[in-house]
């Protein structure tokens, strides 16, 4: 019996195969432990895959929305009194220099210092961050109504603070906060302690544990004048239109900047943890790889039964005329319809988790009794989920193909049984 490949009669007996009971001398139970494996596999492989994109965006996200993407600093040196210093005198002229840059979006000097906030009897350690309105502006993340508090257009009338500096103080919008800074004035007695007291006009959440929890704004003028920095800054901030590609736009700015400093960029700042997550990524890909592996693996032991309990058939299909082709295509059918099925299922679990993992976090928090994500260890406040279409793509064309792989061996098995022998053991 001749006919093309892949004919409506060797579907017709695969599906009788696969639907047929244990009595009948099938493995339907078999054929849904494979369907459920590989489903599972899928499902773990692609949720893991959301969350991990998820949470290098959220994390990247996060870095680019409160922070400059690159930072200007000058060397340590001798002043005219012989003092070290790194502050910057000529500041604006260098600002406009930086800002001529093609893909400079944004240049900000800033002062900066670390200072003991109080309030109300408690105290934390902070850092000031001197820069005018317009330049905090500039950092979407900390300037975003649908999460701050107050009003930031007063601004220059006090302070923007933390949500976690907040939170440890107990501290509101129009509350009075007090700085102390130990390099104050200079007395004949050493150094006094320098201390002012701010209203607090904004509070902040740039979704960041670590900067929520130690960060707090001045306006520049104020800052020079708290940190005793009149006419200078302590370094330039600049936001670029494309931070994830600054070392095209490095050059220039060498150039603009000149000799004597240097830049530090988001990726010197956070490379490390990037690499690390990249690194974390890569081999989670290849554990879950192995999983969907071994649970394609279940799809050999189904057929290999399902060979043995047919052989009768077998025997009696070739000898009415079905090629070893045929039968090789029939069980061929048999192992990647559970495969194909399987991993429609786990792509639909899949792609339901990642969808609704806020839900499904809530639910998990809630009946454990909270603490389950702790944002001072991971940085971040929630885990996040990213579908892209590539995560599924790549999930799907890992599991067809070690399905329909590891579904030749036990169908090749079966094509090249001799029919008399099949009859007689059948």
């Given at each position: 019996m001749s006919s093309r490949p892949f004919a409506a009669y060797e579907w017709m007996i695969a599906w009788r195969y696969l639907r047929a009971t244990r009595a009948e001398g099938g493995v339907s139970a078999m054929t849904w432990i494979s369907l459920i494996g590989i489903a599972l596999a899928v499902f773990a492989l692609i949720a893991t895959l959301a969350v991990r994109s998820g949470f290098r965006?959220?994390?990247?996200?996060?870095?680019?929305?409160?922070?400059a993407h690159a930072t200007y600093y000058t060397f340590t040196r001798l002043d005219e009194n012989g003092v070290s210093s790194n502050t910057i005198a000529d500041y604006a002229d260098k600002a406009e220099a930086l800002r001529a840059v093609p893909g400079v979006t944004h240049v900000a000097p800033v002062v900066r210092?670390?200072?003991?906030?109080?309030?109300?009897?408690?105290?934390v350690g902070a850092q000031i961050v001197g820069m005018a309105a317009d330049d905090v502006r500039a950092l979407p993340r900390i300037v975003d109504p649908s999460v701050g508090v107050g009003d930031f257009a007063r601004?220059?009338?006090?302070?923007?603070?933390?949500?976690?500096?907040?939170?440890?103080?107990?501290?509101?919008?129009?509350?009075?906060?007090?700085?102390?800074?130990?390099?104050?004035?200079?007395?004949?007695?050493?150094?006094?302690?320098?201390?002012?007291?701010?209203?607090?006009?904004?509070v902040f959440s740039a979704g960041r544990y670590d900067i929520d929890g130690t960060r707090i704004y001045m306006p520049f003028a104020e800052a020079q004048a708290y940190f005793n920095r009149d006419g200078v800054a302590d370094d330039i901030e600049l936001l670029l239109e494309d931070p994830e590609s600054l070392e095209r736009i490095m050059p220039s700015l060498w150039q603009a900047a000149g000799q004597g400093g240097a830049f530090q960029t988001w990726k010197d700042r956070s490379g490390a943890f990037l690499r690390a997550l990249e690194v974390e990524d890569n081999v989670m890909f290849v554990i879950l790889s192995v999983l969907v592996l071994i649970a394609t693996m279940n799809i050999v032991s189904g057929l290999i039964m399902l060979v043995k309990n047919k052989q009768a058939d077998i025997g009696i299909l070739?000898?009415?005329?079905?090629?070893?082709?045929?039968?090789?295509?029939?069980?061929?059918?048999?192992?990647?319809?559970?495969?194909?099925?399987?991993?429609?299922?786990?792509?639909?679990?899949?792609?339901?988790?990642?969808?609704?993992?806020?839900?499904?976090?809530?639910?998990?928090?809630?009946?454990?009794?909270g603490g389950v994500w702790d944002p001072a260890v991971r940085g971040i406040y929630y885990l996040p989920a990213q579908l892209k279409a590539g995560d599924v793509v790549t999930a799907v064309a890992l599991s067809l193909f070690l399905s329909c792989v590891v579904t030749i061996f036990p169908a090749r098995r079966a094509a090249r049984l001799n029919p008399v022998e099949a009859l007689r053991d059948g």
């Open positions: 965006t959220e994390f990247v996200d996060t870095i680019l929305g409160a922070n210092g670390q200072v003991l906030a109080g309030f109300g009897g408690r105290n601004y220059g009338e006090g302070i923007a603070v933390g949500a976690g500096i907040a939170r440890q103080l107990g501290l509101g919008v129009g509350d009075s906060l007090r700085l102390i800074s130990p390099d104050g004035a200079q007395t004949p007695f050493g150094t006094s302690p320098r201390v002012g007291v701010y209203d607090v006009v904004y070739r000898t009415i005329g079905l090629s070893q082709g045929a039968v090789m295509r029939v069980f061929f059918i048999c192992g990647t319809s559970v495969g194909v099925i399987g991993t429609v299922a786990g792509v639909v679990l899949g792609c339901l988790f990642a969808l609704n993992i806020d839900a499904i976090f809530a639910l998990v928090n809630g009946v454990s009794g």
